[in-house]
């Protein structure tokens, strides 16, 4: 399969909606470990990029300014979420409520291994996935712009299957901020894989936000 062929990128995106789909749907949800799935998934989005674009990893250069680089945007996207889940919680009664939600994903499984798994899988294929081959993808057919605003807004509507608004936001939100890094720095890849691994397991596990 070549990997520049434009339609592959919606290949992608379909099979990440489905994935998505079977993680949150409420019915199937309740089916499955979600971090088994999650893990999964990760493998599926990985294999998918390399086998769709082999390139990102090329791309992929760890060097430890770019590992400096990573661990600073995460610190940064932490500062960002604790502000906005304060903010969050003063103006929506809801909040509250659907932040638990998504921490209550966690129950019965060990939070060391919910980090592992964020660190050195489930982080890294996301970023390796919606960086490194939609947003780059989509930024090639469309343009430096509109490639980002799509892929941000797609990264956040897979999320739509959860049904909680707290989590769509701030998947966007995190999305736009590493979509918005890899427009203007699209050598950026290696410190956004660093800075989206470091920051799932920071704000789900290490510093979590309730």
Not at 79 to 97: P, R
Request: charged share 10%; with cysteine; glycine share 6%.
């Amino acid at each position: 399969m070549k990997t520049n062929n434009p339609g592959n990128v919606w290949i992608g995106i379909a099979v990440a909606a489905v994935l998505w789909l079977i993680m949150f749907s409420p019915l199937t949800a309740p089916c499955l470990n979600f971090w088994h799935a999650m893990s999964a998934s990760a493998v599926i989005l990985i294999t998918l990029s390399t086998l769709l674009r082999r390139e990102w990893l090329a791309d992929f250069r760890p060097t430890p300014l770019r590992v400096a680089a990573g661990i600073a945007i995460a610190t940064v996207l932490w500062g960002i979420f604790w502000t906005g889940n304060v903010a969050a919680q003063w103006l929506f009664d809801f909040a509250g409520a659907q932040v638990d939600n998504i921490y209550a994903m966690k129950d019965g499984t060990s939070p060391v291994t919910i980090a592992l798994l964020l660190l050195l899988l489930i982080g890294p294929a996301e970023e390796i996935f919606w960086r490194g081959f939609v947003q780059d993808s989509l930024m090639r057919r469309w343009g430096a712009n509109t490639g980002f605003l799509v892929t941000s807004a797609v990264y956040a509507l897979v999320h739509v299957w959860s049904g909680n608004f707290m989590l769509v936001m701030a998947a966007f939100a995190a999305g736009f901020c590493w979509g918005a890094i890899y427009r203007f720095r699209p050598d950026s890849l290696t410190s956004l894989i660093i800075s989206h691994a470091v920051w799932d397991a920071c704000a789900f596990v290490v510093f979590p936000f309730h």
